[in-house]
């Protein structure tokens, strides 16, 4: 009998640009497997998209993947979004031996909140001071302002794993409303 199927899905948020799924289902020996289907739905796109997935092994995904690029260079592939990726993988009997999970991707996001801590931390000594309308000195506040999103954007990946879905998203909605103010 075959167990159910397994994916692990990469976390790294090293290259906005691939999204890194890997096979990790264990299965008997006996039987063999048939019919490999991975259905990727994106974050706000009403379709599932098919795509080709190894038994064993990783596959990667880009804008390429999912026709909103038709790069022939690494170079011009754009990001993927942002988002709750819903993902079913299955085997045949298809509709019998499957396993679904949703994953919140957040690598624009966090390279973004990284990316304003970064120009904070490496600020040239004349102009290491952020100053408020008011001329207070809001360097500090600033940083804890991103720390704690850096934070958030944790607990809303944390939600989706335990399928509270619009909590997570809601989370990266406010994420995101919070850092156009920077």
């Not at 075959?2 to 790294?12: C, D, F, V």
């Not at 709750?84 to 396993?99: G, K």
Request: hydrophobic share 35%; charged share 20%.
């Amino acid at each position: 009998m075959a167990h159910k199927p397994l994916l692990y899905i990469s976390n790294t948020e090293e290259d906005c640009r691939v999204l890194e799924i890997q096979n990790i289902s264990l299965w008997d020996a006996n039987l063999p497997i048939t019919n490999t289907v991975l259905k990727i739905n994106l974050p706000n796109i009403d379709c599932d998209y098919i795509v080709p997935f190894p038994i064993s092994g990783k596959g990667y995904y880009t804008t390429n993947t999912f026709g909103i690029t038709n790069a022939s260079c690494g170079q011009d592939l754009l990001n993927l979004p942002d988002g709750i990726y819903t993902i079913t993988y299955s085997v045949c009997p298809n509709d019998q031996v499957f396993t679904t999970t949703s994953f919140l991707r957040v690598c624009q996001t966090r390279n973004l909140i990284l990316y304003l801590l970064s120009n904070i931390f490496n600020a040239q000594p004349h102009s290491e001071k952020l100053i408020n309308t008011f001329g207070v000195d809001v360097t500090k506040n600033r940083i804890q302002e991103l720390k704690d999103l850096l934070v958030l954007l944790d607990t809303a990946k944390s939600d989706v794993r335990a399928s509270k879905l619009q909590q997570g998203q809601d989370k990266l909605t406010y994420i995101n409303t919070k850092l156009i103010n920077y």
